[in-house]
């Protein structure tokens, strides 16, 4: 068989997933707290043709052996971290994280079927991370006169000792800079709802987005511990890290430098195109030899 | 004896062949520190052709014809180590090479050819050439150029396939509690933390005399051949430079490789047609001469 072809039609698979990053990239430029995703690309050898080693002649350069590619794919996917830019708007409940940190949250899980699935206490949950702070209030069955902190989509996040931020449903609150929620009480004095949970994220390579703005962290991780880490504002992992009220933090898309990706891997779609032709040209041409 | 049909045939399996190796560097064009592959074409053996006399024994002896080469086949893919180009990324884990490693030959300096080369009183001389060491899976060095470095979940740092990097001591960099973006990374691959300079390692970069030794593996990592020369670190006087916050790009030229490409399928349209051309002779030996 033809290596042009193969190399080539590997080669158009992988442009092909990088395109479709790209342009997932573009289409999350407006969505708060989006961190663009990015790979690049790895040669793969398929083999290589033995030579006999009287082939060794004066002048040759190489070893022995024709090391044969078999095109590229893509390797080294990973989540861009770099901060967004914080804009500023007026709602209370809009958080931006500054530094390498991501809130907790709790989702509940669903089977395969899309059926909640029950665990020894009411619906299952897992823990999950975002960076998204466009909070709001929910309430609780279970928490009569409290509105709740959670995400857009519903979810609870979670406070330092791993429970949920209520406050009174009438309250307004404040959250400092370590993630303070306080909240004045109807006597005027202020008093405080915990603590929002802050993990920094130690390595960026072993955590996944799983959709919505979440991420989690890698099948493979062994203790979570070595990947996300509690943030602890008494201590020295907090340094560059704080919680901004009245900000969103933006994504992290720049659009000038994907479009310039996007000409790029387009051209190289399209040579590796040119390549599979000329490769199909060349078979033609095998066919043709006996008229 | 027709020799030519095989001759023929021979030129269009080097075509393809080189063909296959053009296009896998096509392939490559977006794939970081991948070094481009050219195919050197070489002739069968020579023969010595003669002039068939009449055998009778007391003619004249058979008169040379001249040489007479049956064939061509592709030699040897030999790689192109010209640097390439450095792209910006912003990434503390992704480190570019720079190197243009000079060599002084009976006090004078050697200058380079764009390819790499050069031809002194005959002989060819390669430019030599720096390279990132990690660990393969066999616990042999590796060298490659594609920087894309992470941490592992103990903080070991490794390449995207996992392999560790070594460090100048010959073992695996450790960064235990840090994250890539606390490391800065000096020209001389030197380890530090950025928040108190403490130095955390320096990378091994090594320097390969014959570049062209290398065998490719595959996924941008070389291995050296048991009876090649012997990787050695850098020097600071081979101006070796690492830079942090890019990746070398793959140094394929787009241009060159489509009018290569170009070429090498018309060449082998061209043997086609000799070999088509054969066959029409042929069939005038076979079909023709004997009709009456």
């Known amino acids: ?291 | 004896m027709i020799r030519g049909l095989y001759t023929a045939a021979s030129g269009m399996l080097a075509q393809q062949r080189r063909h296959d190796a053009i296009s896998n560097n096509i392939s490559n064009m977006q794939t970081p520190g991948y070094k481009q592959d050219s195919a050197a074409l070489r002739s069968f053996p020579e023969m010595l052709i003669h002039l068939m006399e009449s055998g009778t024994g007391n003619g004249p002896a058979a008169r040379q014809i001249g040489a007479l080469n049956t064939g061509v086949f592709v030699d040897e893919l030999m790689p192109s180590f010209v640097q390439g180009d450095l792209m910006n990324t912003n990434q503390p884990g992704d480190l570019a090479l720079q190197s243009n490693i000079q060599v002084v030959m009976n006090g004078q300096t050697i200058v380079f050819d764009q390819s790499g080369k050069a031809v002194v009183d005959g002989e060819v001389i390669q430019q030599p050439q720096a390279f990132f060491t990690v660990l393969g899976a066999d616990g042999e060095p590796r060298y490659t150029r594609d920087g894309r470095f992470r941490l592992s979940e103990a903080g070991q740092l490794t390449t995207v396939n996992g392999e560790p990097v070594l460090g100048a001591n010959g073992q695996p960099i450790m960064l235990a509690d840090l994250s890539l973006d606390q490391v800065y990374i000096a020209d001389n691959g030197a380890l530090m933390n950025r928040t108190n300079g403490i130095a955390l390692g320096q990378l091994l970069i090594s320097r390969i005399d014959r570049p062209y030794e290398l065998i490719r593996e595959g996924h941008g990592s070389y291995r050296l051949p048991a009876d090649a020369g012997q990787a050695v670190p850098v020097a600071v006087a081979d101006q070796v430079v690492v830079r942090q916050g890019y990746l070398e790009r793959s140094n394929v030229d787009a241009s060159q490789a489509m009018v290569d490409m170009m070429t090498a399928l018309r060449l082998y349209e061209a043997n086609q047609k000799v070999i088509q051309s054969y066959d029409q002779t042929l069939e005038k030996a076979v079909n023709e001469i004997g009709r009456i």
């Open chain 1, 1 to 291: 068989m033809n290596r042009t072809m193969i190399s080539s039609a590997v080669s158009l698979n992988a442009l092909q997933q990088k395109l479709d990053m790209i342009a997932n990239n573009i289409a999350n430029m407006n969505t708060s707290a989006y961190k663009r995703q990015e790979a690049s690309f790895q040669d793969v050898l398929t083999s290589t043709l033995n030579q006999h080693p009287h082939m060794e002649s004066p002048g040759r350069q190489t070893a022995l052996g024709l090391t044969v590619g078999g095109g590229s794919r893509l390797s080294g996917l990973r989540t861009d971290l770099t901060q967004g830019i914080l804009k500023q708007t007026n709602n209370p409940l809009d958080l931006a994280i500054e530094g390498q940190a991501m809130f907790e949250v709790e989702v509940p899980i669903f089977d395969a079927q899309g059926n909640p699935v029950q665990g020894p206490n009411g619906p299952a949950t897992e823990i999950v991370w975002t960076r998204s702070g466009n909070f709001q209030y929910s309430l609780m069955r279970d928490l009569p006169g409290y509105k709740v902190l959670t995400t857009a989509d519903g979810y609870p996040v979670r406070s330092v000792g791993d429970g949920y931020v209520a406050i009174p449903v009438h309250a307004q609150v404040q959250i400092d800079a370590t993630g303070t929620v306080t909240y004045t009480n109807e006597e005027g004095f202020t008093e405080s709802a915990g603590q929002l949970k802050l993990m920094r994220v130690v390595r960026p390579e072993l955590i996944t987005a799983v959709g919505d703005n979440l991420y989690n962290v890698s099948t493979d991780v062994q203790a979570l511990n070595n990947v996300l880490e509690q943030v602890d504002f008494a201590g020295p992992n907090s340094q560059g890290i704080a919680v901004r009220q009245f900000y969103t933090e933006q994504s992290n898309v720049d659009l000038a430098s994907e479009m310039t990706e996007l000409i790029m891997v387009q051209r190289a779609f399209q040579l590796n195109a040119r390549a599979l032709s000329a490769g199909d040209t060349m078979m033609n041409l095998a066919n043709q030899l006996r008229r």
